[in-house]
């Protein structure tokens, strides 16, 4: 049985000072099932189980578990899961679960001390089916283009048409897209649309244990060296090489008065791990 663990053209991003580390990929597709191959997949993987308790952001007292936020101890401090728990809809993106996503994000940017976030899925079998349709049809028009824009702006990575062709290619994009094909995990990853997939084990959550372990080795990183580094990918990969070298190298002269930077150094020549603050 396999599980896949993923992210989108390696990994996703959350902004400012998040890093998105993904037991599914940054752009919300369907969780795999636990099966005899690697799960179903429409652009994006999957995640399972996880422990400890956390805060939950939510207005009603039925709803406020459809989103959990676990900030992690011990060895895996400075990593906050965000788990979707909308068994009934198969975790289906809705207003409110949305909403929910937008204030634990807001809150989780201006927390210096979260360094890498994951998205997992705490229903069995699922990880997210995308829109909620039903709640959709009863939509008044004027309400979609509302919703799609908050739901853009709280999970950046969606937008398929633009993101799918730079990830895996413009005609194998357009093939996926106009026939809707559902890909299985080992497809997804010969094609470069996720990063990892791993065998499924006993407890169901092989593709969070892999995430988490990911997590783990952004840890240690600079904080500031690794949000600049996210933002010359990001924006590099948008214009030509030229004008992307010229962003790396505006964005490498950011670091050049920070503590941390010195850190790194004295820690090289004193042969010793970096104790970075992220100033």
Known sequence: MAAAAAALGGLGFLRARLRLAA???????????????????????????????????????????????????????????????????????????????????????????????????????????GADLKERAKMHSSEVSSFVSRARATINELGGTQRLPRTIGVSLAKELIFSARIVDGEEAKSIGLISHVVEQNEAGDAAYRRALALAREFLPQGPVAMRVAKLAINQGMEVDLVTGLAIEEACYAQTIPTKDRIEGLLAFKEKRPPRYKGE
Do not use: W
């Open 23 to 129: 037991a599914a990929a940054a752009t919300f597709a369907a969780l795999g099932r636990t099966g005899h191959r690697a799960p179903p997949l429409r652009g994006g993987a999957a995640a399972a189980a996880l422990p400890s308790a956390g805060r939950s952001y939510g207005s009603q007292a039925k709803e406020e578990e459809e989103l959990r936020v676990r900030y992690l101890d011990d060895e895996h401090k400075g990593i906050v899961v965000l788990g979707l728990n909308r068994s009934h809809a198969k975790n289906a993106l809705s207003k409110n679960l949305v909403k929910m996503m937008s204030k634990a994000v807001d809150a989780l940017k201006s927390d210096k001390k979260v360094r890498t976030v994951v998205f997992r899925s705490e229903v069995p079998g699922i990880f997210c089916a």
